[in-house]
């Protein structure tokens, strides 16, 4: 028997999110974000499935184009970090891939280019992270508008703190890459990530950049995805394999942080951190065990959790559990182990298989 515990990824989910991204930048066309495996739902099927929604995916590094195309996947699809070698240049070409570009060191290579290779330049508008300096823009556009191999085709800035609403910087770098764009009329731009989704305006501009919340993730501080309307889309799913009753008093687990109160039943679930399960998830995280919400009691073991049976007094080896999903959203997951759900999306370890429903019709 394979192991159980596996993540089911709903298709029709994240194709629904991605309309409400749609809906919610009604003037913009988006770009699917699908970095990182389809931030953890298995790069792929994710992409199949958004390819049927917009003509245009965004990855970050060149394998992850390459895989795309591998798969016979056709879409526009936008390389986030643009290219680091001389003979990425070639592949990026050869797989007509859109380049992001923020330094002049990036175009070592390109000299020998046969064909154009269409690209977007990263303007630093605040985040300091990559990108060209407003100032800056003007000249290095008209060092690649000189360039044989190149046409620049777009500007795209990425926000900072664009997931607090309150965060003064944003409309900064807002008025920043306005002034740009007025700048470069005649270019395509793209400033939203999923957050700038949620703001009073959506920016305007040409391409949003929807990522987290097509997968049902919030973008935002303090809420969660379904508070925003968005569906899960990955349930991470395994099962108990051991109930034992506890005395008073008896502590469970590495370290033994956590000791029965009184007398209770707890589950032992074959999922760890080894599964990408988040090892700072404390005693008292939500753990959904046929249906009943649970709480995670002890620490977490690489193939292993506890759970406080309480709520859910007929469970047994065998009983399904849910870690995230309909009944526990990742983000509650998040915020208890203090992270973010792009970071437990992500962290899902290959050895959970993705079992994908849904896509088509
Ligand atoms: C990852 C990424 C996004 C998507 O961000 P979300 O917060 O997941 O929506 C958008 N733009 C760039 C440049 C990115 O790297």
Redesign the pocket.
């Known amino acids: 028997m394979p192991r159980y515990t596996r993540a089911r990824i709903d298709l029709d989910a994240l194709r629904r999110n991605f309309r409400q991204a749609r809906q919610r930048a009604p003037h913009s066309a988006s770009m699917a974000?699908v970095?990182a495996d389809g931030?953890g739902h298995g790069l792929e099927p994710v992409a199949r499935a958004l390819a049927r929604e917009t003509s245009c995916l965004?990855v970050?590094t060149l394998d992850e184009a390459q895989h795309l195309r591998d798969a016979g996947i056709e879409s526009a699809i936008v390389l986030?970090?643009g290219v680091h070698e001389a003979a990425d240049w070639l592949v990026a070409a050869d797989l007509a891939l859109q380049p992001?570009l923020h330094s002049r060191h990036q175009l070592e290579g390109s000299d020998g280019l046969n064909q154009r290779v269409a690209v977007w330049i990263?303007c630093n508008t605040g985040m300091n992270r990559l990108g060209v300096a407003p100032q800056d823009v003007a000249g290095f556009r008209q060092h690649l508008d000189a360039h044989p191999g190149l046409r620049v085709v777009g500007l795209?800035s990425?926000y900072a703190c664009?997931?607090d609403l309150s965060h003064p910087m944003t409309r900064r770098q807002r008025e920043c890459f306005q002034h740009l764009h007025g700048e470069h009329p005649d270019v395509q731009v793209s400033l939203a990530?999923?957050?700038a989704h949620f703001h009073e305006p959506v920016p305007d501009c040409d391409w949003t950049?929807?990522?987290?919340?097509l997968y049902g993730g919030t973008?935002l501080i303090g809420t969660s995805g379904p508070a925003l309307g968005l569906e899960p889309v990955m349930s991470l799913e395994s099962r108990l394999i051991a109930v034992r009753d506890l005395e008073a008093g008896e502590p469970v687990g590495y370290g033994a942080t956590w000791t029965a109160p009184g007398p209770c039943r707890m589950g032992i679930v074959e999922i760890g951190y080894g599964d990408g399960y988040p090892r700072h998830a404390p005693s008292g995280t939500p753990v959904a065990v046929g249906g009943y919400r649970c709480a995670l009691i002890g620490r977490v073991s690489m193939d292993m959790i506890a759970v406080d049976l309480t709520p859910c007094p007929d469970a047994a080896p065998g009983t399904p559990v849910e870690l995230w999903g309909a009944q526990v959203g990742v983000d509650e997951v998040a915020g208890m182990a203090g992270t973010i759900s792009?970071e437990l999306l992500t962290g899902v370890a290959p050895r959970v298989p993705r079992i994908h429903q849904g896509g088509h019709g």
């Open positions: 974000i970095k931030y965004a970050a986030l970090e992001v990263k795209l990425h664009a997931d990530n999923s957050a950049r929807p990522g987290i919340m973008p792009y």
